[in-house]
């Protein structure tokens, strides 16, 4: 039988109705060696203070829902075991993100970002059924896939020093997005893509710290992705300088 | 002038990036070459000043030096203008881009003159 283990949860709370700014709460709890941190923020809601609120869903590192400040760093709180951690761990809500209540934080502006990129297959003219699947070599498909293992967790906007100073960039997870589909064989909407890396949310703010692939839990590597979209997009700009967008010189 | 910036941003990146590739390898070289063991005294019959004079002033090598002059200043701008957002700066960005690009200007008008008149 294993042995329970004490250990003290200090969270972060914010109720905008009384809060005027985030304050702490300390939650002694009696632990299994084998849980998650997310097991025990969970059995802190359901047996100690139901008030608390957090956000979670597959609990197996899919869905991206769960992904809190642990000990001041942005971790996958489902990911992790508590048996990686000291007697007192730090749970706070993922930095440069509105908090909204307690651990919850919005997401609209990152929603935002996403549609900005238009993270879907553009096409110069839609196939129709009848043309059959737009067939793709495993080449092709390796080229992107990697980009596409992103679960939209937000951990990298929370560790991206870039998004804490300048709201209005896209962010890593964006971007890999959108390059995701720039490389993809069966797209054609690189240019649209390219106008937006140049845009507003300009991908050339990234200053290449790197953080966004050290905390990544799916290995997606956004910092790579960022700059491949860099330089992609210059190419995009130079061409442009001498072929307009409809191919005429 | 944020629009600008943002409009020549791809050719300032493309700047800054062959700034990171000529300033910190083959200028780190060539300072350490040129700067220290050369005034050393390490290659007595190579480098007099008519002999270098000679092989700098090759169309070339005129084109190396300004390279090596001229995209390590881009380099150098971007990299501030980063530490500056990073210190807080994000409020005063266009104005600390504007003056430390026009410097990156300044410098390779002059690194141009400067190769063309060896």
């Given at each position: 039988m294993s042995e329970r283990q004490k250990k003290t949860f200090v969270i972060t709370r914010f109720d905008p109705d009384t809060d005027e700014v985030p304050k702490t709460e300390s939650y002694e709890i009696e632990v299994e060696p084998y849980w998650k941190i997310l097991d025990a923020i969970n059995y802190i809601k359901d047996e100690v203070d139901p008030s608390l609120s957090h956000r979670w869903s597959c609990r197996m590192a899919v869905c991206g829902s769960c992904g809190m400040m642990v000990n001041g760093e942005p971790r996958l709180t489902c990911k992790d075991r508590l048996s990686g951690y000291g007697d007192t761990i730090e749970i706070s809500p993922l930095s440069n993100f509105p908090v909204i209540r307690d651990l919850v934080v919005e997401m609209d502006?990152?929603?935002?970002?996403?549609?900005?990129?238009?993270?879907?297959?553009?096409?110069?003219?839609?196939?129709?059924?009848?043309?059959g699947p737009m067939r793709q070599s495993p080449e092709e498909?390796?080229?992107f896939k990697q980009f596409s293992?992103?679960?939209?967790?937000?951990?990298c906007y929370s560790a991206c020093p870039v998004v804490a100073n300048e709201p209005e960039f896209l962010g890593p997870a964006a971007i890999a997005l959108g390059h995701r589909y720039n490389i993809d064989s069966r797209d054609e909407g690189a240019a649209e893509r390219n106008e937006v890396f140049r845009g507003e949310g300009t991908v050339f703010?990234?200053?290449?710290?790197?953080?966004?692939?050290?905390?990544?839990p799916k290995n997606v590597d956004p910092a790579a992705?960022?700059?491949q979209a860099k330089f992609n997009a210059v190419i995009d700009w130079a061409t442009g300088l001498v072929i307009s967008r409809d191919g005429k010189e | 002038m944020k629009t600008f910036l943002l409009r020549v941003e791809p050719l300032i990146w493309l700047l800054f990036g062959q700034g990171i590739l000529i300033g910190t390898m083959l200028l780190t070289g060539w300072v350490l070459v040129v700067g220290i063991l050369?005034?050393?005294?390490?290659f007595p019959n190579g480098m007099d000043y008519t002999r270098a004079l000679d092989v700098a002033s090759n169309p070339v090598s005129r084109l190396v030096l300004f390279a090596l002059i001229a995209l390590p200043l881009w380099k150098?701008?971007?990299?501030?203008?980063?530490?500056?957002?990073?210190?807080?700066?994000?409020?005063?960005?266009?104005?600390?881009?504007?003056?430390?690009?026009a410097l990156a200007v300044v410098g390779t008008i002059l690194a141009a003159i400067a190769v063309v008149r060896l």
């Open positions: 502006g990152f929603m935002d970002k996403f549609n900005q990129v238009k993270p879907w297959i553009i096409r110069a003219k839609e196939l129709a059924a009848e043309d498909l390796e080229e293992m992103c679960i939209n967790c937000m951990l703010s990234c200053s290449y710290a790197n953080e966004c692939s050290e905390v990544c992705a960022v700059n | 050369a005034p050393l005294g390490f150098g701008a971007h990299h501030l203008r980063s530490l500056s957002i990073d210190l807080g700066g994000a409020d005063r960005d266009t104005t600390v881009a504007t003056t430390l690009y």
